[in-house]
């Protein structure tokens, strides 16, 4: 793949300067000769000091971000042109290099700050029954089915266009992808055709990056206003989800447990050991549904993917026949065992582990265990609220490590304990955690282990160590 560097950046460049591209790189460790190596402000350096080294690897050009527009020339006769805002600009830059894969395909984008992966993996389902269906988001990027693990919820807007382009290579036109917040406020997801965007919700998380609720909801109402969108599905039973439908200027599909009036609304005839049983109500026609996933918010869930394919022209009695055989999203409400019950579950937010803890009790009968931490270098505000939630809801409270980054340890268990009045147990190694928990708990009892879920890594100062909830629990489980 090539093209001219004017033709990347629809610039008139002297002929002198103008040159072949093949590639575009955002590390100058990985710049191969030929490509061009972008110079982004991050957070802890400018990229700009690494231009001499992308140079040495065999870069052609450099893109750098400044506050004025401009062309130096190099050692070598090397470009280097300065752009304003080049982060929002490189996902357009991207997409114009890789032929803009995404106008030709069906680009669903979900956001929210609970659901994203669960509300993915169910659209992916539901689709790859009739043609290949690309996924992207914390489970990793591919084809459903077939993911390669990810560092990021959202690739970066170079990898991001690539993969896209890869997928357009084989033939696969249809693709769903977690769009988190930091994608959006970075403008990672810029330069993508979006035809269907989905809202599951908002409540606090990342302040540490956003530092208020008003910037997170901004950042999330920029996946609303993408230039090529189509329409919108809404959860109606989120305050902010009201708050970004009132201001669509797309066209709108709504989902809801309480407002009839939403498009699609279900009503929750029982909770049982096997998920949860519904009557669909829909402006396509009606049904039923034993929905194997547990808890309320998940049946809100499946409602937004439900919706979403509705939206698209599939057939509601199709839709809810797959639907009854959904499999489960690893570290999503996942159950290992029976005697206790084992969950895991990736709830990171008060939000979602109070959501967590509630959908548990309405299924399984018996004391609740709850294992948990907080990730260090993160949102410290949301640590006492976590210790509320847990002990307001559960039997009995285990807080171990999640993970602690360059954070010490006692110190994120301290600030959980805040909001802890009544005594908890305190294991801070996780593996013996869960171990406690699983052999003190009896034949009946619940015990949820939150917080990483699917992840197999622990991040302890600058290492990333191996470990899985899901090893462990099933390890323990087998002796």
Known sequence: MSMLLSQLLKNDLDTKLDRPVTGLALDSRSVRPGEVFLALAGTQAHGEIYIESALQKGAIAVLKEAPVAGIEKLPGDIPCISLPNLSQQLGDIAARFYGNPSRNMHIIGVTGTNGKTSVTHAIAYLLQAYAPCGLFGTLGYGIYGALQPGLHTTPDAIHLQALLAQLRSQNVSQVVMEVSSHALAQGRVNGISFESAVLTNLSRDHLDYHQTMTAYGDAKRRLFAMPHLKNAVINLDDAFGQSVLANLTVTPFTYSLHNKAADVYAEIRAYNIDGCRLNIHSRWGEGELQSPWFGQFNVSNVLAALTVLLSMGFLLPQLLSQLANLPSVPGRM????????????????????????????????????????????RDRGKRRLMGEVAQAYADKVIITDDNPRHEASQAIIDDILQGCPEPAAVIPDRQQAIGYALEQAMVGDVVLIAGKGHEDYQEVGVQRLAFSDRAVVSELLDQ
């Open 334 to 377: 996942e159950r290992f065992g029976q005697a206790p019950t084992v969950i895991i579950d990736y709830a990171h937010t008060p939000d979602a582990l109070e959501k967590t803890l509630l959908a548990l009790r309405e299924h399984l009968k018996g004391k609740m265990w709850c294992v948990f931490g907080c990730g260090g270098s």
